[in-house]
């Protein structure tokens, strides 16, 4: 079993920054991608930012400049530094991991989600 637990939002005013952390424990062999997405209310999960094992990164274009995806592999801990923020961020934040588990097939987690609201 593999646990996945998201911290770090909150409430910040618009041109403010943010950091989010995740950090994945558990039955882990390695993680491969490790994946922020968010929800704002009304609409669909969407990618925001995400990292390979090898450090390569993808970035939705709505946050490229602004948010900075990061990740230890050691630690099995994913940041994301979210500057420049807008009204329009605000949403909840999720975290996705990428397993290979001990045992079976490779398999996707999420965390529970944290809220980030961008209010003046």
């Known amino acids: 079993q593999v646990q996945v637990v998201e911290s770090g939002g909150g409430l910040v005013q618009p041109g403010g920054s943010l950091r989010l952390s995740c950090a994945a424990s558990g039955s882990i062999l390695s993680i491969r991608a490790m994946t922020w997405y968010r929800q704002a209310p009304g609409k669909q999960r969407e990618m925001v930012a995400r990292?390979?094992?090898?450090?390569?990164?993808n970035y939705a274009d709505f946050v490229k400049g602004r948010f900075t995806v990061s990740r230890d592999n050691r630690k099995n801990t994913v940041s994301l530094q979210m500057n420049s923020l807008k009204a329009e961020d605000t949403a909840v934040y999720y975290c996705?991991?990428?397993?290979?588990?001990?045992?079976?097939?490779?398999?996707?987690?999420w965390g529970q989600g944290t809220q980030v609201t961008v209010s003046s």
């Open positions: 990292i390979a094992s090898s450090g390569t990164t």
């Open positions: 996705n991991v990428d397993v290979q588990g001990l045992v079976g097939l490779p398999r996707d987690y």
